[in-house]
């Protein structure tokens, strides 16, 4: 047995280690709450923040496994059951039926968890990804990059310039400033049809479906956040492009965008401008309304989420290497947002201000945000799902809302 595979079975032996001795329930010391690990196997995780994730009526979160498989976790007694094997990409849960999206190579498939039937939808584009699910199910979204001079210019891929796409090297400001030309498409989950509703050279990317409105597309020009006016709305058939934000100001940057439950508002970390004063931001699509909630510095959040009734937000914090530089951060947090009442002039272009009554639910000093935690509220509101490293190996963990 070589040495390399001696240190590999090593590592995993004791990552394994230190995940069984890691507690599987605890109240945390410095806050009250109690907290759950719900997975079991080192290096699961949750969805990213804002991918529906739950399943069964919501009493199920669906997560990622080591192979590169996906699992969904009963809440909160932690009962696994795993679905997919290994090799595939989660887009979300399906709102409507809670049937599990994925991606697996150049198809997206669609499994039942209840029965683990499998059906492939379609095989993607070239060079394409979907991102996203509509509310009633009937159509997904993505993007794909158009066919380039050098694609055809080296069809073998012999002595073909340096891929954007993949060197990690070149990934984000120099993709950026490529200005490779993309397509933003709609998927016929029934029938497989692909249409496109936009073209661009700009960075598309972090496409969202409207949990309300099944023909409404939210979506990002991705790059610097100081670089690009970043959120964007888009109807399926093309239609009724929106700018969601206008920049006021030099260096303010908004972006992690994320739907309200309801599908009414799109919510975001705006900063006013970068790294100096911090709020979440909200913009009604029906009328055009905008309101702002205030934040202290150790109160920022790499990711913003909101709880299905609108009544509560969360953040998974950060640390101060980050973009607020935080000198204590490291918490997942609970806000109650509060309204300035307008004693003024009431007109209705006029941003409405608050602020956010924080409160902290899991201390995480000891967590490495090269992981970013990724909260989401469970559908009954009583849990806030997360992922961390906190005890070693990467694990999915809930925190209990009620103190």
């Not at 079991?40 to 919501?58: C, I, M, R, V, W």
């Not at 590169?68 to 989660?90: F, H, K, N, R, Y």
């Not at 490779?180 to 029938?191: A, E, W």
């Not at 490291?330 to 272009?349: A, S």
Request: aromatic content about 10%; overall charge negative; glycine content about 8%.
């Amino acid at each position: 047995m070589s040495r390399a595979i001696v240190a590999g079975l090593l590592i995993f032996a004791s990552a394994a280690a230190a995940a069984a001795e890691a507690p599987k329930e605890w109240v945390d010391p410095a806050t009250g709450h109690r907290i759950v690990r719900l997975s079991q196997e080192p290096g699961s995780a949750s969805l990213y923040f804002h991918q529906y994730a739950y399943t069964a009526g919501g009493t199920k979160v669906l997560i990622t496994t080591p192979n590169g498989g996906l699992a969904t976790i009963e809440l909160p007694s932690g009962q696994i059951d795993p679905l997919v094997e290994d090799g595939v990409t989660p887009i979300m849960a399906g709102r409507k039926t809670g049937q599990v999206y994925y991606t697996k190579g150049d198809a997206v498939y669609v499994i039942d968890p209840a029965s683990h039937v499998t059906r492939k939808i379609v095989k993607l584009p070239p060079h394409g990804s979907v991102y996203t699910v509509n509310a009633d199910e009937t159509l997904l979204a993505g993007t794909y990059e158009e066919p380039r001079k050098e694609d055809a210019a080296h069809p073998a891929g012999e002595n073909k310039p340096l891929d954007l796409r993949s060197a990690r090297g070149l990934w984000f400001n120099e993709r950026f400033a490529a200005h490779i030309p993309m397509g933003m498409f709609t998927v016929n989950v029934k029938t497989g049809e692909i249409k496109t509703i936009l073209r661009s050279s700009d960075w598309l990317n972090h496409l969202q479906f409207s949990p309300g409105d099944p023909g409404l597309l939210m979506f990002c020009h991705e790059g610097p956040w100081h670089k690009v006016d970043r959120l964007w709305l888009i109807r399926t058939d093309g239609s009724g492009l929106t700018k969601v934000h206008e920049r006021t100001m030099t260096m303010e940057i908004a972006g992690h965008e994320f739907w309200s439950a309801d599908g009414k508002t799109v919510w975001y970390d705006l900063q006013t401008p970068r790294g100096e004063d911090f709020w979440v931001a909200g913009y009604e699509v029906a009328t055009g309304r905008r309101i702002r909630y205030h934040l202290q510095r150790n109160e920022w959040s790499v990711h913003f989420n909101v709880s299905p009734d609108g009544s509560l937000f969360a953040g998974d914090g950060g640390d101060e290497k980050m973009v607020a530089h935080a000198f204590d951060g490291k918490w997942i947090y609970l806000f109650r947002p509060e309204l300035i009442p307008n004693q003024g002039i009431d007109k209705p272009e006029l941003i409405q201000s608050g602020r956010f009554a924080a409160e902290r639910l899991v201390n995480l000093a000891r967590h490495d945000y090269t992981l970013e935690p990724n909260v989401s509220f469970t559908p009954d509101m009583k849990w806030i799902v997360f992922r961390s490293n906190m005890d070693g190996p990467t694990a999915v963990y809930a925190v209990e809302v009620k103190k």
